[in-house]
């Protein structure tokens, strides 16, 4: 699993700036969406719900690009034993890690099909 997300994050760290871009574009139109909401009762614009699921998608790729860029590889038997410790140790957090980020994209699809739904 941590070389599956080793491996998208290295194709997507390219397109980090473009996410980075998108990203600010997208929190600076859902602030300017929300602003003049808070005095009215509605916030069901169908722009809105579309630019919050974007927003949820590119934080996700952003921290999946981020995190799993550069993880520790195993060593062999020439490092110290304290080495190999510390890199099986770092290895079980990004395990972790990964289950977590696995567990988020499948609550962000479902929160995707749920709100395309209600559009």
Not at 24 to 48: N, R, W, Y
Not at 71 to 93: C, H, M, N
Request: glycine share 2%.
């Amino acid at each position: 699993m941590l070389i599956l997300f080793s491996k998208i994050a290295q194709q997507l760290h390219p397109y980090l700036r473009l996410v980075h871009l998108l990203l600010m574009v997208l929190i600076v139109f859902l602030i300017t969406q929300f602003i003049p909401a808070l005095k009215s009762e509605s916030i069901g614009d169908t722009h809105t719900v579309l630019s919050f699921l974007l927003c949820l998608w590119l934080l996700l790729v952003h921290t999946i690009t981020v995190v799993f860029n550069d993880f520790p590889d195993l060593t062999g038997e020439q490092a110290s034993r304290f080495k190999r410790y510390k890199i099986k140790l770092q290895r079980v957090g990004y395990y972790i890690l990964a289950l977590v980020f696995t567990l988020l994209t499948l609550v962000i699809t479902f929160l995707t099909f749920r709100l395309l739904n209600v559009l």
